[in-house]
Every structure is written in structure tokens, then in C-alpha cells.
T-cell receptor, first 109, second 115 residues
Framework: QQPVQSPQAVILREGEDAVINCSSS?????VHWYRQKHGEAPVFLMI?????EQKGHEKISASFNEKKQQSSLYLTASQLSYSGTYFC??????????FGAGTTVTVRA | AAGVIQSPRHLIKEKRETATLKCYPI?????VYWYQQGPGQDPQFLIS???????DKGSIPDRFSAQQFSDYHSELNMSSLELGDSALYFC??????????????FGNGTRLTVT
């Protein structure tokens, strides 16, 4: 089952923050986050495993609430390079990775 | 560092023709995934292979088939092509069976256009 992402799109000015949410109706083993620039391949950002961990890479971090079957991606002090479509991918016990519909982030100067 | 190689990058076919897409995973990655991405859509999982055996199947049409060879490269064979098959086809690889803690490394995709 495909996870649900929100919002569908967000427009930011450089330096602003944003949160992208990902929720699933099934029990999750892990959540992946990828970013895709137009016409390019998705690029891996991070994986969160069940256990409610939080990860971060510079000013992009994420949390995973196993009980709520939700994950959130936090973009802090956004940069122009953060523009792209962010996909969450969720894995249940079957380990099949299903992607959400994506959140398009546009960062403007 | 070596990445996932897909060929061809672009492919134009007519309706009812066949197409073969190739994917060469990162060395020592034994799991390969195929995704189809339509314009403005999210990647849709088609099929995956682990150690040359099909490990999972998604929304792959019966007209499509795939396999993973002894050198771990994979091929997606598409027959009786339809206009709706026009999309970007991504291959991704990861080390080991998808146990949840291995990121997927994507190739640059093959853009298939069916006319």
C-alpha cells in the first residue's frame, strides 16, 4: 500500500523551514527518504528503522514514529539546492519499498 | 564510485513493438529493482530480484518480463508496447535482500517513448 505524503507542494524562500509528512496504513519496518530533481534519478537521503529514531544530515533531518506509522522530514534553513521532489518510501514486513506521491519543494532566492 | 548503469538512455518504439532495457548494478549489489515513473508521478514498483531469483512483484503488466543474470545485471523485456508504457524506467540496486536498512541506488533511467 502506498504511503500518503503531505503537503503535495511547498514554496519556500531561502532560509525558511518546511516539514514533509509521510504516513502509512500498515505497520512499518523502515522509512526511506529520497529527493529527485526534474529528469534525474531519485537520490537517497536517509533511512529510518523502526524504533522511533531520528536522523539528520546537515540541515535535513527526519523522524519516525513507529506507533503512528508516520515519518516527517524536516528542511531547516532551506537552500536553493533543496528544490526537488521528495519521496518517502515505506517498507512493511514484506520489505517491498512503496513510494508516496511525492512533495514538490521549490526554494526561491 | 561506480553507479548503477542503465541502457539505453532513450528509446523510441512504435505500438506493438518490443523493447529491452538493461541494468548493471553497483558491484557487489545483488538486489535489483525496476520502477516505472510516468510524467509527474511517483516511481511505481514493478519487480525485484535477489541473487538471480525474483524476490517481489509489483504492478508489472503481463506483457513485461524481467530476469537477473549470473553477473547480476538485469533486463526488463517489454512486448506489445502501448502508448501508456511511455515513461521513465528506473533500475535501482542495493546490497543484500531488501531488509529495510539498505538504501536503493538508482540509475539515471531509460526514457521510453511509444508512438
Amino acid at each position: 500500500q502506498q504511503p500518503v505524503q503531505s503537503p503535495q507542494a511547498v514554496i519556500l524562500r531561502e532560509g525558511e523551514d518546511a516539514v514533509i509528512n509521510c504516513s502509512s496504513s500498515k505497520a512499518l519496518y523502515s522509512v526511506h527518504w529520497y529527493r529527485q530533481k526534474h529528469g534525474e534519478a531519485p537520490v537517497f537521503l536517509m533511512i529510518l528503522l523502526k524504533g522511533g529514531e531520528q536522523k539528520g544530515h546537515e540541515k535535513i533531518s527526519a523522524s519516525f514514529n513507529e506507533k503512528k506509522q508516520q515519518s516527517s522530514l524536516y528542511l531547516t534553513a532551506s537552500q536553493l539546492s533543496y528544490s526537488g521532489t521528495y519521496f518517502c518510501g515505506t517498507q512493511g514486513d514484506d520489505y517491498k519499498l512503496s513510494f508516496g506521491a511525492g512533495t514538490t519543494v521549490t526554494v526561491r532566492a | 564510485a561506480a553507479g548503477v548503469i542503465q541502457s539505453p538512455r532513450h528509446l523510441i518504439k512504435e505500438k506493438r513493438e518490443t523493447a529491452t532495457l538493461k541494468c548493471y548494478p553497483i558491484p557487489r549489489h545483488d538486489t535489483v529493482y525496476w520502477y516505472q515513473q510516468g510524467p509527474g508521478q511517483d516511481p511505481q514498483f514493478l519487480i525485484s530480484f535477489y541473487e538471480k531469483m525474483q524476490s517481489d512483484k509489483g504492478s508489472i503488466p503481463d506483457r513485461f518480463s524481467a530476469q537477473q543474470f549470473s553477473d547480476y545485471h538485469s533486463e526488463l523485456n517489454m512486448s506489445s508496447l502501448e502508448l501508456g508504457d511511455s515513461a521513465l524506467y528506473f533500475c535501482a540496486s542495493s546490497p543484500g535482500v531488501s531488509g529495510g536498512n539498505s538504501p536503493l541506488h538508482f540509475g539515471n533511467g531509460t526514457r521510453l517513448t511509444v508512438t
